[in-house]
């Protein structure tokens, strides 16, 4: 079957004046439909830098990336967009919620930007609020949420495109550990529902929750694994 | 892209415009005021010129533009000219008839003279009137139009008639309450039987026209005779498109008349409306270009300050920038959102301004008839957004141009 994602080889060099920062030194990952996929890794040793050239918001120095089959890296601009705004749902840390916006025009914002109808879109936005259990909250402000409720309008949004995948970069990082739990238990109900999910977290705890485990150390991957004590999805919402 | 995913961007880019700009209001405020400033200027500027060239259109079809002016002067000499000038013959009532006689292109002919004298009927009385002597004729040449009564007639002229046609003030002063027709009014010496009063014409250069009484020619040199300055012949010509020809006309009969050799150059000045056009045209222009671009560095400064300030606020919403860019915005969308942006402040400011200048525009309308004309208001409103579009581009620009992951990564 052919992977979701198929990234061969990557490497990724920042340059930083004279001095060369490798954040991706050689990086090889199949993932295929529907797998739930943790990675794990020390500060620094280039998570986000993965998570970002998979997330198409940054290009890889060299090496093969192909999203769905086909090649990232012939994509311009525009279709780099295209892919970000339809097939990619990101989730981030510090929730990057649009401040002067309501819940659901956050949410419906991906959708504005795919051309969708209005009348269409609020109804799906409405419906991805109504699955991170926020139908009550659609017109509070983020600064009117708490960080877990804030963090769910950012899985709603990430959501709302029927994307092919969701990348989630350390998104229970700003949060205490029971909304935590709260949020990898919708992680884990997208997942239940055919998702694929990639996440990226400091705590075992929470890398449990997933099948497959991937350990990043300076820029290299040190050990690729199924988890076999996993937390079961469905806890504790 | 479609159109409708054009459309929905454009309303989200509005959305997000007056968001950013209610969010920041002072400076908003602030910013727009350039834009104010330099619209008020503009939309003044353009009214008070279209107000002189109103002005001056209005002033000028009192001169009928298929009138020649035949005088000893030209309207618009050069000072050499006119010490050349100065001892140039008169023209006299020979010279008229010669014209009147000779001409074949004229529909009508009046010559033409004035003086000022007092006006008196019974116990009410007028000082600073100008008597007009003419001939029948001048009802076409100068293009009167008669109140009540009539012009005097071709055998009243000829006759030497002591009749009178008075201006229209001169009436309503003279006559308040009973009509001045086949009444006998007193100029300066002389009684004169009042035949006619002539329609409100307003006022020429500074020049009163409804102050003038008109009495036949013969008349005139008999009794305030007044042959130092002598007299003009006016001509209205057959036909308009043949001026030139009728002008060729009138030059040859008058060198004939005045006995001016060959070669020698004409000692007298055909003058038409045509000379007050050139003439002003040439300053009007000048005033008009210089009193723009005055009006237009000022606009410039407003544009500096939306540039400015656009400038700030995309680096301060680069993270949002990021934001929309990694849920598929595209760089189009990003550029449109901020020029829309700059568009809008800049039209709000152009709205504001023409709401401003709009009552001062009636100010200037008590010295010069005008109102602000809605091509004014038009040429203002689209003047902003473009001032808005081209200082918002090198902001937008920008800002479309970064980096997700970089603007992410921005506080
Ligand atoms: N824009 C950049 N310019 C220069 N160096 C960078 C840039 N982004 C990342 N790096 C460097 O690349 C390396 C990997 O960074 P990355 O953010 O991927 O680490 P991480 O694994 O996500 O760490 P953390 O767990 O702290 O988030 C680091 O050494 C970092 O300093
Ligand atoms: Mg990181």
Not at chain 1, 158 to 169: E, G, Q, R, Y
Not at chain 1, 207 to 234: C, S
């Amino acid at each position: 079957m052919q992977p979701v994602i198929n990234i061969k080889n990557v490497k990724k060099t920042y340059i930083m004046g004279t001095v060369e920062v490798n954040a991706l030194v050689d990086v090889s990952i199949r993932i295929q439909k529907n797998e739930y996929v943790a990675i794990m890794g020390p500060s620094g040793s280039g998570k986000s830098t993965l998570m970002n050239v998979i997330g198409c918001l940054d290009t890889p120095t060299s090496g093969l990336y192909e999203f769905n089959g086909v090649n990232v890296g012939d994509m311009n601009d525009n279709e780099l967009a295209k892919i970000r705004n339809k097939d990619i749902g990101f989730v981030f840390q510090t929730f990057n919620l649009l401040a002067r916006s309501d819940a659901l025009h956050n949410v419906e914002l991906p959708l504005i930007y795919s051309g969708m109808k209005k009348t269409d879109r609020k109804v799906r936005a409405e419906e991805a609020l109504g699955h991170v259990r926020l139908e009550d909250r659609m017109h509070h402000k983020p600064n009117e949420l708490s960080g877990g409720q804030r963090q769910r309008v950012a899985i709603a949004r990430a959501l709302v495109t029927n994307p092919s995948i969701i990348l989630a970069d350390e998104p229970t990082g700003n949060l205490d550990s029971k909304t935590g739990v709260e949020i990898m238990g919708l992680f884990n109900d997208l997942h239940a529902q055919g998702n694929t999910i990639i996440l990226v977290t400091h705590e075992e705890d929470i890398a449990r929750h997933a099948h497959r485990i991937i350990r990043v150390r300076d820029g290299l991957i040190e050990k690729d694994f199924m988890v076999e004590d996993r937390v079961l999805p469905g806890v504790n919402v | 892209m479609k159109f409708t995913d054009f459309a929905y961007e454009v309303k989200e880019g509005l959305g997000i415009s007056f968001q950013a700009i209610r969010a920041n209001k002072m400076r908003s405020v602030l910013t727009t005021l350039g834009i104010v400033i330099g619209i008020v200027s503009v939309t003044l500027m353009g009214t008070a010129i279209e107000g002189m060239s109103r002005s001056f259109n209005e002033m000028i079809s009192k001169i009928g533009a298929d009138v020649l002016f035949v005088q000893k002067f030209s309207w618009f000499s050069s000072q050499e000219d006119f010490f050349a000038s100065r001892n140039r013959k008169n023209i006299d009532l020979k010279q008229f008839k010669a014209v009147r006689d000779q001409g074949s292109t004229i529909a009508a002919v009046s010559p033409m003279t004035g003086t000022r004298v007092p006006i008196k009927y019974r116990s009410l009385s007028s000082d600073g009137i100008i008597l007009i002597g003419v001939n029948e004729q001048y009802i076409q040449v100068g293009g009167l139009n008669i109140e009540m009564g009539r012009f005097f007639s071709q055998a009243e002229s000829n006759g030497d008639r002591p009749v009178a046609v008075l201006g229209y003030t001169i009436a309503e002063k003279l006559f308040p309450s009973e009509t001045p027709l086949g009444k006998n009014v007193k100029v300066g010496a002389h009684s004169f039987r009042v035949v006619g009063v002539v329609s409100k014409q307003g006022s020429f250069l500074g020049m009163d026209m409804d102050n003038r009484v008109y009495v036949p020619i013969t008349n005139f040199l008999q009794k305030f005779s007044n042959n130092r300055r002598g007299m003009d012949i006016h001509v209205k010509a057959a036909n308009i498109n043949d001026l030139e020809n009728t002008k060729e006309e009138l030059r040859g009969i008058l060198r004939k008349v005045r006995g001016v050799k060959p070669g020698v150059k004409d000692d007298f000045a055909i003058n038409q409306q045509e000379m007050f056009i050139q003439t002003f045209n040439q300053i009007g222009g000048v005033i008009a270009a210089i009193g723009l671009f005055i009006t237009a560095l000022s606009l410039f400064v407003g544009a500096i300050g939306i540039m400015n300030i656009m400038f700030v606020s995309v680096t301060e919403r680069t993270k949002e920038i990021g934001i929309r860019k990694a849920i598929g915005a595209r760089r189009s969308t990003i550029l449109l959102q901020f020029l829309i942006e700059s568009a809008a402040l800049s039209l709000i400011g152009g709205i504001i301004g023409i709401i401003i200048s709009y009552p001062l525009s009636l100010l200037i309308n008590q010295i010069l008839p005008t109102s602000m004309p809605i091509s004014v208001v038009a040429i203002a409103i689209l003047i902003s957004l473009v001032v808005g579009v081209v200082s918002g581009f090198l902001p937008a620009n920008r800002a479309s141009k970064m980096d997700p992951v970089e603007a992410l990564r921005h506080e």
